[in-house]
Structures are given as C-alpha cells and as structure tokens.
Nanobody
C-alpha cells in the first residue's frame, strides 16, 4: 500500500508560481509511475502531468504544457510539480497519484494510489 502526502498548495496571484511536493511511503517508489491530477469545484478530476519510474519520460495535458514541470527525486521518495505563469483557471485541489503501470494514461480510474490533495487558488 502506497501512502502519498501532498504539500505546497496555497493562494497566489495570477502570473505567480508554486511548487507542489508529494512524499511517498513506499520503499519501492522508483518502480511506480507518478502523476498529478486536479479537480475544480463541480468538475471531474483531470490529468495534469505524469512521470515515468526513472524520470526519463514525462507527459502533460495541453492546458499546462510549457507552464508546469513534473520531476521526481527517487532518493527522497518525492515527486514535484513546478507551476509557473499560473492562471485563475488553474484553481483546483491538486492530487498526487501512483501506479506501476499507468504511465501515459490520463484516466484517473487507472491510477491505484492517491493522496489527500492540496488546494491551489489563483487570484486574478
């Protein structure tokens, strides 16, 4: 069972930056693909970005490509989401997810393990 804990959310003005972190309990963290999803009020959980086991492959939704960067540090069992040029429409609860086999899959149902989420609010 993989336990995930997100941190780093908060309130930021449009155009600003935030870095989210997700710490994993699993000692075999480097065998899991990791992803970030987000969910705005009244909307379904949406894919943001994913990174492969070793970090060599990344994948982004079109809405964040060029503004967000996903990375991981396997020595620290942590995955990050660097968010730049934030927009009010980026406001959502951001969730970290893990799965051994879901790399490249943008459907939330395909990812097995989830954190509790961290709120990101971008003011205009």
């Amino acid at each position: 069972q993989v336990q995930l804990v997100e941190s780093g959310g908060g309130l930021v003005q449009a155009g600003g930056s935030l870095r989210l972190s997700c710490a994993a309990s699993e000692r075999t963290f480097d065998s899991y693909a990791m992803a970030w999803f987000r969910q705005a009020p009244g909307k379904e959980r949406a894919f943001v970005a994913a990174i492969s086991w070793g970090g060599g492959s990344t994948y982004y939704s079109n809405s964040v490509k060029g503004r967000f960067t996903i990375s991981r540090d396997n020595a620290k069992n942590t995955v990050y989401l660097e968010m730049n040029s934030l927009k009010p429409e980026d406001t959502a609860v951001y969730y970290c997810a893990a799965d051994r086999y879901a790399m490249g899959n943008v459907r939330a149902i395909e990812w097995d393990y989830w954190g509790q989420g961290t709120q990101v609010t971008v003011s205009s």
